[in-house]
């Protein structure tokens, strides 16, 4: 019996939903930090093997927006629990009952006993035993989740048992996707992301959340196998531009160097990575802007 679905993953900013994808696909498709608005789309992720397919939905941090590219994000985080087969929240030990977590279980409500609900409480190899249980009480008693399974996604603990308690409740169905495919996204989307993630990893805190990445172009040599990329980091202010490209330029050279790496080890080849840096201003605030570094309520 060949079992298929589609399940949204949804929870607060910096609960480990990338982190515990990447960990189910064992390849690195959604970029992970410690700093919110990290995931910014929906991003498809599909888990395949003998017994069935899972396309995982992993959507940005559920949280109260500030600016358009916020309410883009809450948009995509709220649509992608629409006309799934499962739904798994993934909460993590600190902050555990938090506003944003009241947030989501409120809106968790409008699809109590029509789907099943899911909840991974992550980071428990971060929290001493005796405290998990309380915790797994506080949500039992919400009457929201058919499973409460604690996990931890960067040691892969129960990450196995979480996927087998999904394979149970989905239905019969088909291959929606190729077994070798692992995300819909193009090639540019994921280099994009990587080239975002190390802008969220080395810049001081002020500067990240108004970074985008275009990927201006991206052609693959044959006769050499390797692949030339020209991509541009977008920047809300004069002041963000000079932090990014640094000292001498040292800084863009760190991002430059570190994400050519990951995109080497994603495209298999040579990569050949050109970085410049420019300011939209205030481009987080403008719905042209915003659908231009393609985030998109469609």
Same mark, same amino acid.
């Given at each position: 019996m060949y079992k298929s679905g589609?399940?949204?993953?949804?929870?607060? !900013?910096?609960?480990? *939903? @990338?982190?515990?994808?990447? %960990?189910?696909?064992?390849?690195?498709? @959604?970029?992970? @930090?410690?700093?919110?608005?990290?995931?910014?789309?929906?991003?498809?992720?599909?888990? @395949?093997?003998?017994? +069935? =397919?899972?396309?995982?939905?992993?959507? $940005? +941090?559920? =949280?109260?927006?500030?600016?358009?590219?916020?309410?883009?994000?809450?948009?995509a985080s709220v649509s992608s629990m629409e006309g799934v087969d499962l739904i798994l929240m993934v909460a993590d030990m600190s902050n555990y009952m938090g506003p944003k977590e009241k947030m989501i279980l409120n809106a968790l409500e409008s699809y109590k006993g029509e789907i099943p609900i899911f909840l991974a409480i992550n980071k428990i190899?971060?929290?001493?035993?005796?405290?998990?249980? $309380?915790?797994?009480?506080?949500?039992?008693? /919400? +009457?929201?989740?058919?499973?409460?399974? $604690?996990?931890?996604?960067?040691?892969? &603990?129960?990450?196995?048992?979480?996927?087998?308690?999904?394979?149970?409740?989905? $239905?019969? +169905?088909?291959q929606y996707f !190729?077994?070798?495919?692992?995300?819909?996204?193009?090639? *540019?989307?994921?280099?994009?992301?990587?080239? %975002?993630?190390?802008?969220?990893?080395y810049l001081r805190e002020e500067v990240p959340h108004g970074i985008a990445v275009a990927i201006e172009k991206m052609k693959h040599f044959d006769d *050499? &196998?390797?692949?030339?990329?020209?991509? /541009?980091?977008?920047v809300e202010r004069d002041s963000h531009k000079g932090i990014i490209i640094g000292r001498g330029g040292q800084m863009l050279k760190k991002i430059g160097t570190e994400a050519r790496k990951e995109i080497q080890g994603l495209l298999g080849e040579k990569v050949h990575l050109n970085l410049w840096v420019k300011v939209s201003k205030n481009w987080r605030e403008k719905d042209e802007k915003v659908s231009s570094f393609g985030y998109r309520a469609d």
């Open positions: 589609f399940v949204s993953v949804v929870g607060r !900013p910096n609960v480990g *939903k @990338s982190t515990l994808l990447n %960990r189910i696909l064992k390849e690195k498709i @959604s970029i992970t @930090s410690n700093k919110a608005q990290t995931t910014r789309n929906t991003i498809t992720m599909i888990h @395949s093997e003998d017994r +069935g =397919q899972i396309v995982f939905l992993d959507t $940005p +941090g559920i =949280q109260s927006p500030r600016n358009k590219l916020g309410d883009y994000m809450l948009k190899d971060a929290a001493p035993k005796e405290e998990i249980l $309380p915790i797994l009480d506080s949500f039992a008693k /919400t +009457g929201l989740f058919q499973e409460i399974i $604690p996990i931890s996604a960067a040691e892969g &603990e129960n990450v196995d048992h979480l996927i087998d308690t999904i394979f149970e409740y989905l $239905p019969e +169905g088909p !190729p077994e070798d495919m692992i995300t819909d996204q193009p090639e *540019k989307f994921v280099v994009a992301e990587m080239i %975002r993630e190390k802008g969220l990893t *050499k &196998e390797m692949t030339a990329i020209d991509a /541009t980091i977008y």
